[in-house]
């Protein structure tokens, strides 16, 4: 019963990328980065390990919008229940982005996205929410960055680049709303190498368990050891050539859902301009 579902995600993913190494990807500069992600941690109590492959792909229209996805699968191998293992398709997510202001020092840009939820068992797969759709709005500011991120960390000449993001997200099927800061920081060491650190806190705000329990009208109610999320990816880019690069990194979770989720985890990645 569970291998159709699986079919079709898996044929989804091989259409996908055979239009990235086509014709159309000689039309718009399409920019993709896939990792895959070795994390252990805890959930409810039992140790998990994860293999998470994930990928990025967004593709400029004109000067100032893009659209683009984030897919992603997993493979959960879980202490409880005589280590049983279970593999998911963890959703999908599309967004479109605009820049609405340019100046000397920044630019200022506009994210939508929205995330279907995927195809797993609940039970089985501990670390993952319950299944839901998502909307999230961002404010993205970056500076000293000459093209959209994945370019900007293959081809830019310039020695460092930054990007804040500041957003809202709405989960559609649960309690929790998400209040989401992430920072971006690019070094260039050399011409072969640099240096990318990505930092993200999650606010994960309560709404509508009740008039005393909403962490949105109360703050007294927010639970920093559970609801806090604060995480570091450091990553070391070889630069292949202009339109390839590798990545390793070394994920870490500082504090977050009194650690039920990925404590930390090795990274390893491919950063495509095609």
Do not use: C, W
């Amino acid at each position: 019963m569970e291998k159709k579902p699986q079919n079709k995600i898996i044929i989804f993913f091989v259409i996908f990328l055979f239009f990235q190494n086509n014709s159309f990807a000689k039309t718009y500069n399409i920019q993709s980065q896939t990792t895959i992600n070795f994390t252990q941690g805890k959930a409810f109590g039992s140790k998990t390990n994860r293999q998470i492959l994930n990928n990025l792909s967004e593709i400029p229209l004109n000067s100032s919008t893009s659209i683009g996805e984030i897919i992603q699968f997993a493979k959960v191998r879980s202490s409880y229940e005589h280590h049983r293992e279970a593999y998911s398709f963890n959703g999908i997510e599309f967004f479109h982005r605009y820049r609405f202001l340019t100046s000397k020092y920044a630019n200022f840009i506009i994210h939508n996205s929205f995330k279907f939820h995927g195809i797993y068992n609940e039970n089985k797969n501990l670390s993952l929410m319950p299944k839901q759709n998502d909307y999230e709005i961002r404010l993205l500011i970056a500076h000293n960055m000459t093209d959209r991120i994945i370019n900007n960390i293959i081809r830019s000449p310039k020695p460092y680049f930054a990007r804040l993001e500041v957003a809202y997200r709405k989960k559609f099927n649960n309690n929790f709303d998400e209040l989401r800061e992430k920072f971006i920081l690019g070094l260039n060491l050399s011409n072969k190498y640099s240096l990318l650190i990505q930092q993200d806190l999650i606010f994960a705000l309560t709404r509508n368990t009740s008039s005393t329990r909403n962490s949105l009208r109360q703050l007294q109610n927010f639970d920093f050891s559970k609801n806090f999320h604060h995480t570091i990816l450091p990553s070391l880019i070889y630069k292949y050539n202009n339109d390839l690069a590798l990545q390793i990194g070394y994920y870490h979770r500082f504090s977050g859902n009194d650690k039920q989720f990925d404590k930390n985890g090795l990274s390893l990645g491919i950063l495509n301009s095609f």
